[in-house]
């Protein structure tokens, strides 16, 4: 049998928000509340990850190519970096 979570996430959402909210801990879907908060994290370190490779990429780029070229690789780096930053909340 499919539920909420399964079928409209937003609505499932939504309802989750509501039940904490007025803290009803049995109106909680306990099981795919705790799978979103575990996805959440996760993908946040992903999304840093992704960041500093783009860095470390765009680092060697600068380091390697022709000084044309330095001017966009600097600001990419700056880009990134701030990205990372904010998502680091530092």
Same mark, same amino acid.
């Given at each position: 049998?499919?539920?909420?979570?399964?079928?409209? /996430?937003?609505? =499932?959402?939504?309802?989750?928000? +509501?039940?904490?909210?007025?803290?009803?801990? @049995?109106? %909680?879907? =306990?099981?795919?509340? +705790?799978?979103?908060?575990?996805?959440?994290? @996760?993908?946040?370190?992903?999304?840093?990850?992704? /960041?500093?490779?783009?860095?470390?990429?765009? @680092? %060697? +780029?600068?380091?390697?190519?022709?000084?044309?070229?330095?001017?966009?690789? @600097?600001?990419?780096?700056?880009?990134?970096?701030?990205?990372?930053?904010?998502?680091?909340?530092?």
């Amino acid at each position: 049998m499919t539920n909420l979570y399964e079928t409209d /996430f937003v609505q =499932w959402t939504e309802e989750q928000a +509501k039940a904490l909210n007025e803290h009803n801990e @049995k109106a %909680l879907d =306990w099981e795919n509340f +705790k799978e979103e908060i575990d996805n959440l994290g @996760k993908e946040q370190i992903n999304v840093v990850h992704s /960041f500093l490779k783009q860095i470390i990429i765009h @680092k %060697l +780029k600068l380091d390697y190519t022709n000084e044309v070229r330095s001017l966009c690789q @600097k600001y990419m780096i700056l880009v990134y970096l701030i990205f990372v930053l904010i998502l680091l909340k530092i």
